[in-house]
């Protein structure tokens, strides 16, 4: 079985500037979550897509926003960056409904804005 | 709400030592309690977790936690350290997640182990 897989690994953007990260689940999961990883810290839960909704939100502000496609594959989409947004960003699956959050990673997309 | 407390945030043991990696947790529903392990510039890769059955939980690469209800703990360890377990290690607590709702995953900040040949 596939694992989960993200892209980019690495980008660079400038303060106000939009990025968009893509993630593909891991098969037979249908349900995404992402994470934002700051450095030196455990990773932040930002939101998670069930059904291609939004169905748990962590304290992240709306200019975070995400997609479910049809396939289970997933967008992160940040508006207006800023430097603090710099980060290690870690895309989850899991197949729902399931008793315990047992999540797979991916590798993760490292974000620098400067 | 829930949180997690990661006593130190560097251990060092010599190689073949015993490892001991602190992890208490706060919540208000029965939680589910996890260990994940991150290498250098790679995600997160999970180590093992307790779902209310057996107390004592082994994991892969022969590491197990013991979930204490009245310590509020779920402490990790291996027997014998070896060169390969250097790297950042995470303790998480969640509630249940049937599809009505999430609130994710709560980390603790981190343990980094450091093995001493």
């Known amino acids: 079985e596939t694992g989960v897989t993200q892209s980019p690994t690495h980008l660079i953007k400038t303060r106000g500037q939009q990025v968009t990260l893509r993630c593909s689940s891991q098969?037979?999961?249908?349900?995404v979550s992402w994470y934002q990883q700051a450095l030196g810290q455990g990773p932040q839960f930002i939101f998670q897509?069930?059904?291609?909704?939004?169905?748990g939100r962590g304290n992240f502000p709306p200019r975070f926003s995400g997609l479910q496609f049809p396939n289970y594959s997933s967008e992160l989409n940040v508006n207006a960056l800023e430097l603090d947004d710099s980060a290690l960003y870690l895309c989850?699956?899991?197949?729902?409904?399931?008793?315990?959050?047992?999540?797979?990673f991916g590798a993760g997309s490292r974000l620098t804005v400067l | 709400a829930q949180s997690v407390t990661q006593l130190g945030s560097h251990v060092s043991v010599s190689e073949g030592a015993l490892v001991l990696l602190r992890c208490n947790y706060s919540?208000?529903?029965?939680?589910?309690l996890f260990w994940y392990v991150q290498y250098p510039n790679q995600g997160l890769q999970l180590l093992l977790k307790?779902?209310?059955?057996?107390?004592l939980v082994k994991g892969i690469n022969g590491f197990e936690a013991e979930f204490k209800k009245s310590e509020t703990s779920f402490h990790l360890t291996k027997p014998s350290a070896h060169m390969s377990d250097a790297a950042e290690y995470f303790c998480?607590?969640?509630?249940?997640?049937?599809?009505?709702?999430?609130?994710?995953?709560?980390f603790g900040k981190g343990t980094h182990l450091i093995i001493q040949p």
């Open positions: 098969s037979g999961h249908n349900t």
């Open positions: 897509y069930y059904r291609e909704e939004e169905n």
């Open positions: 919540s208000s529903v029965p939680p589910y």
């Open positions: 307790y779902t209310s059955a057996a107390t």
């Open positions: 989850a699956s899991k197949q729902l409904p399931s008793g315990a959050n047992v999540l797979t």
């Open positions: 998480a607590v969640s509630g249940l997640d049937s599809g009505g709702g999430a609130d994710g995953l709560t």
